[in-house]
């Protein structure tokens, strides 16, 4: 007859329950995973299944169970773990997501707004467009393998303890934010710089001909031209976006001690 003590109960739980925390914390706020059309029971159901999988070749700290003050700790230290990682990939979409914004406002296309099925909010269509594209990108990329390859070589790396990532890898978290500005601006300033060159000459225009209803002609012109823009622009929206997301992986790996 096989009998199962009470410690040994807790650790095969700890040894489930904390790597489930930690993946399931990422799902929740990264990108693809995190998408409001994701319903969540999947989410869980993806976690726990990882989590089943490494459970045997994930190192647990000893002598802490799960519901001891300490357990409580690590199991806050999981959670700001997952979230962080999930976070700093989920900031290059939004940063192209914010290019997109911009260059909508640039062409005329600001006061249209449609149901962002990712982020559940309403967005300009330009910002859509651009977010459907880079998750397309992102797929064929194989980044959701990659984000699951870096969660996992994160518990040999990062074990599960109460360190965590300590100021250094909160500090450089914290940094990593002002990527959703400079990125932004990286993809959409070729966009942006046409488009002012565009509203230049409609307002020489306006100073040559004063009668003329820039308002009837420029916007429809303005339109067309940031369409042809954004057409063109395309291949830099993706080579920036590829870019930002080696960076962000290389962030992970730094964060997990890969």
């Known amino acids: 007859m096989i009998t199962v003590t009470a410690a040994q109960l807790e650790h095969g739980i700890a040894t489930v ?4 925390v930690r993946i ?19 989410r869980v159901v993806l976690a726990g299944a990882i989590a089943l999988l490494i459970a045997p070749l994930v190192p ?15 199991t806050l230290q999981q959670v700001i773990i997952g979230v962080a990682l999930g976070f700093c990939l989920q900031l290059v979409f939004e940063a192209l997501n914010l290019g997109g914004q911009m260059i909508a406002n640039s062409m005329g296309l600001s006061l249209s707004f449609n149901l ?21 990108v992102f797929l064929l990329l194989n980044g959701h393998t990659a ?12 074990p599960i303890g109460t360190a965590g990532f300590g100021p250094t890898g909160l500090w450089a978290v914290v940094k990593w934010g002002s990527i959703l500005f400079s990125g932004a601006l ?17 307002g020489v225009v306006s100073r040559a001909a004063p009668t003329l209803n820039l308002f009837a002609t420029g916007l429809p012109i303005s339109l067309i031209f940031g369409l042809l823009v954004i057409i063109v622009s395309l291949p830099v929206v993706e080579s920036g976006f590829v870019r930002l997301l080696g960076q962000a992986f290389m962030l992970l790996r730094a964060l997990s001690g890969a």
Do not use: E, H, K
Request: net charge positive.
């Open 147 to 158: 984000l699951i390859r870096i969660l996992v070589a994160g518990f040999r790396t990062l």
């Open 60 to 74: 647990l700290p000893a002598g802490i169970t799960i519901l001891s003050g300490a357990g409580v700790l690590i």
């Open 186 to 202: 990286a993809v959409a300033l070729p966009a942006i710089t046409a488009l002012l060159v565009a509203n230049l000459a409609f």
């Open 17 to 20: 329950f904390w790597p489930f």
């Open 24 to 42: 399931g914390s990422c799902f929740m706020v990264a990108p693809v995973f995190g998408a409001i059309s994701v319903p969540p029971q999947l």
């Open 116 to 136: 962002d099925p990712q982020n559940g909010t309403s967005t300009p269509a330009l910002g859509q467009l651009y977010t459907v594209l880079v998750t397309l």
